[in-house]
């Protein structure tokens, strides 16, 4: 029996690639072993978001090779499709496989391999098994057509497609029958699921509402097992009255809002190609806590793009603080070869950037525990993820609805478990129950 590592880099949607790819190999009588061990062959489902991802992506290509000399080493995903003579250029790699061919794999390596497999022709492109999760990620969206000026992105996954409904619904039925009971719905740019089907995709006064996603997240919420339903990142716009009104009236809807913001300045968000500014941005926050008591929103912010003056990096400090955000990413700029921002004058210094970033992240993590402290002595419900070692006990860590941590005293494997607690205090910012 051959043994094959994977190891993912990059966003949800990759994951969710990476779980297909396992089904697969598993179903054709492969064994999985951790990336750490030696196997036969090492797929390394890469990421090409910046120039450093593509490094990482490189990385651990070659550490698979010194891991086993011998081995097939596999890349696959966006660092192939930005860089399609890569294996031709680098002795680490065996095969080089694209996103359209990740369901082949197993077809690809065996016949490298010159061996049979159990698989057809086609690989499974549903999910029929989690590799010990209580939670699932499901693409449901493919694809960007926003070209924003520092992105890569719409260059290694294409147009905007949307997954067919039914197969969603199907593949989620089949893994809230198996146990699973939280399902994230996914996509490079999740905010146009739809777009490229013939929708009618407004709202009641005239404004933009996506009914095909709102459509979709009411029929994942009446599957039998399905406790709670997520959405990955949004873009601000998605925020309507009437998305709102809706999904606010689904028992399972959970009320993190992971709405992509980028930067607090105007000038800046204009040199992006974001497509809007700070005033909307503001109103769609205000709108989503009408709606929800304590809701959860988080972001990213890039820091140092191009030009940023030091003007502009304090307007997005104060915004930050202005929208009181629970969680913001923050990343510092990093040049991409082929997009528009790389060409721009005024590229900053690595040490500005740094800077920049460690002030963001200092701000964003006393805005974190004041977010966190708001449960104290208050009761919520938890899924049990896992046992997690926290100072010298162990814990049963999970999250609630807002997709906030917490780690309950039990000596119980309540893993899988939702649970009604009572948070006691905060602990090296871990909320102790």
């Known amino acids: 029996m051959k043994k094959v590592a994977f190891h993912n880099l990059g966003c949800k949607v990759n994951a969710y690639e990476m779980e297909l790819m ?44 010194a891991l086993n ?28 496989v694209c996103n359209k061919d990740k369901a082949e794999l197993v077809r690809i390596v065996s016949e490298y391999l010159e061996t049979t497999s159990d698989q057809s022709d086609e690989g499974c492109t549903t999910l029929t098994t989690l590799t010990g999760h209580t939670r699932a990620y499901i693409k449901i969206q493919d694809g960007c057509d926003q070209y924003c000026s ?17 197969e969603t619904v199907k593949e989620i039925t089949h893994l809230a029958a ?19 089907k013939a929708y009618n995709i407004s709202a009641k006064d ?87 008591e304590h809701p959860a929103i988080t972001t990213d912010v890039i820091t140092g793009f191009p030009g940023e003056t030091e003007e502009e990096f304090n307007d997005t400090r104060e915004f930050l603080e202005k929208v009181d955000f629970y969680e913001v990413h ?31 992240i200092d701000d964003s993590a006393k805005r974190a525990l004041k977010f966190r402290e708001y449960y104290l002595h208050r009761e919520t419900d938890i899924l049990i993820e896992e046992p997690a070692v926290i100072g010298k006990n162990t814990f049963q860590v999970g999250y609630n609805r807002e997709y906030v ?17 009572n948070a006691s205090k905060i602990f090296n910012g871990e909320i102790l129950c």
């Open 22 to 65: 396992q089904q697969n190999f598993i179903k054709s009588g492969f064994e999985i072993v951790p990336f750490t061990e030696k196997a036969d062959i090492y797929i390394i489902n890469t990421c090409t978001v910046t120039n450093i991802a593509d490094r990482k992506s490189r990385q651990m290509l070659h550490r698979a090779r």
């Open 69 to 96: 000399p011998d081995a097939v080493v596999v890349a696959a995903g966006c660092y192939v499709e930005t860089d399609p003579d890569c294996k031709d250029r680098d002795d680490a790699i065996d095969i080089a």
């Open 206 to 292: 005239g404004s933009f509402t996506n009914r095909p996603l709102i459509d979709i997240i009411k029929r994942i919420s009446e599957i039998k097992g399905v406790e709670r339903i997520r959405l990955s990142s949004l873009e601000p716009r998605i925020i309507t009255e009437e998305f709102l009104s809706e999904v606010s009236n689904i028992k399972s809807f959970c009320p993190h809002f992971h709405l992509s913001l980028q930067s607090g300045s105007d000038t800046v968000l204009k040199r992006m190609n974001r497509r809007y500014d700070t005033a909307e941005y503001y109103e769609k926050v205000k709108l989503i806590r009408r709606y929800f």
């Open 150 to 166: 520092y992105c890569i992105i719409p260059f290694s996954r294409g147009h905007v497609q949307s997954r067919d409904e039914e």
């Open 178 to 196: 198996n146990g699973c009971k939280e399902f994230v719905l996914t996509g490079i740019h999740l905010s146009s699921y739809g777009l490229d």
């Open 405 to 421: 941590r917490f780690a309950v005293d039990s000596k119980k494997d309540l893993t899988g478990s939702i649970v009604t607690v």
């Open 330 to 360: 923050v990343f510092a700029y990093s040049r991409r070869r082929g997009t528009v921002a790389d060409k721009m004058p005024g590229q900053l210094t690595q040490r500005v950037k740094a800077e920049r970033s460690r002030l963001l």
